[in-house]
Structure formats: structure tokens, C-alpha cells
């Protein structure tokens, strides 16, 4: 561009520019200002893709995990009772698999699966016994801002 810029100026003011030297600048400057609309994404781009890989599999190992404790508890001859939280984290774990990654959304997705496994954690101490059962309010809470936080951007953008 700055060579067709430099023959362009170089010519002589009172001939004018010629068409074809006018049009080569044009449709590179238009090519360059549609690389610089693309630079906001090319630089987020790293980080998007390590946020794709941490939602990827915190979602996978969240199920995993929601699967063994299922096992766990069928195994210990545990009460019934805990099935109405673990049985819906694991469906919900697995509706996380389907979750898309972009440029606007990577950050709120990425901090809803770190979150995840905070909650993770605490329903396995719940249904094992080993905190106080009232800590179920905590994982009702906690699962609605990780749904909130997942679904941030969920729309398509146009």
C-alpha cells in the first residue's frame, strides 16, 4: 500500500491520479481496514482457546464425577434421598458439553466452570454426610449463578 502511495503521489498534480493507480490504493486500504476490524478477535484468540479447553473439560470431569458419586452412593446403600440433587447436576453437566466458546463469551463461561467445581465439591461433601446437610441451599444458589454465568452470550450474534 505504501508503494501504491508513493507512485500515486509521485505523478504530477495537474495530469490526476489515474483511475487504475486510484483503485489498486482503495482496495488495499479496504483490505487493511478490514484486517484492523479483525484484530480484536486474532488478539483474544489465545485466550479464548485455553477457555475452550478448561469449559471442555470441567463440564466432562463435573459429570464424572456427578456419574461416580451416583455409583458411590448405590454402593453404600445410601438413602434415596440425594438423588434429587446429584441426578439433575449430572443432567446439567451434561447440557455443559454443548456449550459454545467465542471471543465475547469465553471469560463468563470459563469463571461458570471454575465455579462448577466449587459446587462439585460441595454436593459430594453434602451427600457423603461430611458438612451439614443445610449447605444445600449454598449448591441451589451456587448452581443458579454457574447457570446464569454459562448462558451469558448464549445468543448469536449477527
Known amino acids: 500500500m505504501a508503494d501504491q502511495h508513493a507512485r500515486t503521489v509521485a505523478q504530477d498534480h495537474g495530469d490526476g491520479v489515474p483511475d487504475e493507480a486510484f483503485d489498486a490504493l482503495m482496495e488495499r486500504a479496504q483490505t487493511l481496514m478490514a484486517y484492523e476490524k479483525q484484530m480484536p478477535a486474532l488478539l483474544a484468540e489465545p485466550e479464548r482457546a485455553r477457555s475452550e479447553r478448561i469449559i471442555f473439560w470441567s463440564w466432562r470431569i ?5 456419574l461416580a458419586l451416583i455409583i458411590t452412593m448405590h454402593l453404600l446403600g445410601a438413602p434415596g434421598g440425594w438423588y434429587f440433587l446429584v441426578v439433575p447436576y449430572l443432567l446439567a453437566t451434561f447440557a455443559g458439553w454443548t456449550l459454545k466458546v467465542t471471543v465475547n463469551n469465553h471469560l463468563a463461561r470459563r469463571n461458570a466452570s471454575l465455579a462448577l467445581h466449587v459446587l462439585g465439591v460441595l454436593l459430594v461433601l453434602v451427600v457423603l454426610g461430611v458438612v451439614v446437610p443445610w449447605l444445600v441451599a449454598v449448591l441451589v444458589v451456587g448452581w443458579f449463578v454457574v447457570a446464569v ?3 451469558d452470550g448464549q445468543e448469536a450474534k449477527k
Open 149 to 151: 454465568a454459562a448462558a
Open 62 to 66: 463435573q459429570s464424572a464425577v456427578a
